[in-house]
Structures are given as structure tokens and as C-alpha cells.
T-cell receptor, first 117, second 111 residues
Framework: GAVVSQHPSRVICKSGTSVKIECRSL??????MFWYRQFPKKSLMLMAT?????????EQGVEKDKFLINHASLTLSTLTVTSAHPEDSSFYIC?????????????FGDGTRLSIL | QKEVEQNSGPLSVPEGAIASLNCTYS??????FFWYRQYSGKSPELIMF????GDKEDGRFTAQLNKASQYVSLLIRDSQPSDSATYLC???????????FGDGTTLTVKP
């Protein structure tokens, strides 16, 4: 089945550090990828839509300068949390939409658990 | 009103029973419908998708879509304890658009 690799799976770092998370579609092309964050026992919250070769589209209330997204190829999107603070601690999940798959479903990475001390 | 509504549950069924999960949506222009399963602490996993009215079966799972009534459901036959998870319904208007997720229904299958 379709596989999305997300790395790293867990990050623990000091306040003020910038953290980069990678999302790769391993066996399909993904023009569009999505970045979500999820708090414990809460629903998925879409942060931004990442489009290959163009600027990401951010959801209302999400700071684009805080959460930098780069989608440089059809298989890779990165999210950088700049100058992270404890309130940025969360579970970040990427999702890639299969361009060629029937129904163009979204497939999720395993998520990155970010803890800012 | 939320765009995609799901009963948060928890829904509890005995092992071997049929679990029925429901989802309603507000956008009549929605074309594609997806069911995801999310175990606690893990990311969502696609179970199946449907875009035509009627039923779609895949193993123990059956998705049912009724566009006129704007609901989509997921039936899980012969429920197993390993089916215990949160089930997310997602709706999309076009292939180029983003999916809107419901808040999920938590299912517990008791041995």
C-alpha cells in the first residue's frame, strides 16, 4: 500500500530551537501534502496545504512565519517550526495525496511528537 | 453547524457484533468520502473511500453513501477488540480540494 514516511518521529528540544520535520511519499507522487497538528484526545487540525513548486496555503490563525513549509519536489514536503516554544508542543502529522491513485486518497505519515522544554 | 459531524461516542459493542458508525456532512457538492482509523497515539490510517451512492464492501468493512440524505456510514462486521480505535470521516468536494475531517467516533469492542 501507499507509504508516507515522516521523520523524525519524536523530538525533544529546548525553547528557542527550530525544528524541521520531513514528509516523504515513498511510492507515489504527491503534488499536494497537508500538515496537521493534534492535541491529545482532540481532532485533527489542518495547519496548511503544501503545493509542490508554489507557496503553501495556511489556515486561518496559523502563522506562516512560525511554521515554514517547503514543498520542493513531488515527494517531499518539510515543515519547520521556528523558534519553538512550549506551546508548540504537539503531535504533528503530514498527509500526502496520491496524484494517480483511484479517488486520490490522502495517506498519513506516522506523525512527529514534538516536546519543547 | 460543523461541516462534518460524527457522534463522538464512545460506541461500545461486544466482540463479534456489527459496529455502525455514522457521519453527516453539510456540503452538497461533496464528491469523495473517506474513512480513517486512528489508534491512540498514532496517526490516521485510510480504511476505505467511496464516491458513488450505495454500498462498498472491503473485507469486514462496508461503507454506505447516501448523497441525497448527506450521510455516509461505516459498518464493521464481526467486530474484534483490535478494531477499538477512533474512526474519522473525511469529505472532499473535488480531487483538487482539501478534505474536511469530522472529530471522530471512538469505538470500543469488548471481548
Amino acid at each position: 500500500g501507499a507509504v508516507v514516511s515522516q521523520h523524525p518521529s519524536r523530538v525533544i528540544c529546548k525553547s528557542g530551537t527550530s525544528v524541521k520535520i520531513e514528509c516523504r511519499s515513498l511510492d507515489f507522487q504527491a503534488t499536494t501534502m497537508f500538515w496537521y497538528r493534534q492535541f491529545p484526545k482532540k481532532s485533527l487540525m489542518l495547519m496548511a496545504t503544501s503545493n509542490e513548486g508554489s507557496k503553501a496555503t495556511y489556515e486561518q490563525g496559523v502563522e506562516k512565519d512560525k511554521f515554514l513549509i517547503n514543498h520542493a519536489s513531488l515527494t517531499l514536503s518539510t515543515l519547520t517550526v521556528t523558534s519553538a516554544h512550549p506551546e508548540d508542543s504537539s503531535f504533528y502529522i503530514c498527509s500526502a495525496r496520491d496524484d494517480q491513485g483511484r479517488g486520490q486518497p490522502q495517506h498519513f505519515g506516522d506523525g512527529t511528537r514534538l516536546s519543547i522544554l | 453547524q460543523k461541516e462534518v459531524e460524527q457522534n463522538s461516542g464512545p460506541l461500545s459493542v461486544p466482540e463479534g457484533a456489527i459496529a455502525s458508525l455514522n457521519c453527516t456532512y453539510s456540503d452538497r457538492g461533496s464528491q469523495s468520502f473517506f474513512w480513517y482509523r486512528q489508534y491512540s497515539g498514532k496517526s490516521p490510517e485510510l480504511i476505505m473511500f467511496i464516491y458513488s451512492n450505495g454500498d462498498k464492501e472491503d473485507g469486514r468493512f462496508t461503507a454506505q453513501l447516501n448523497k441525497a440524505s448527506q450521510y455516509v456510514s461505516l459498518l464493521i462486521r464481526d467486530s474484534q477488540p483490535s478494531d477499538s480505535a477512533t474512526y474519522l470521516c473525511a469529505v472532499r468536494r473535488t480531487n483538487a480540494g482539501k478534505s474536511t475531517f469530522g472529530d471522530g467516533t471512538t469505538l470500543t469492542v469488548k471481548p
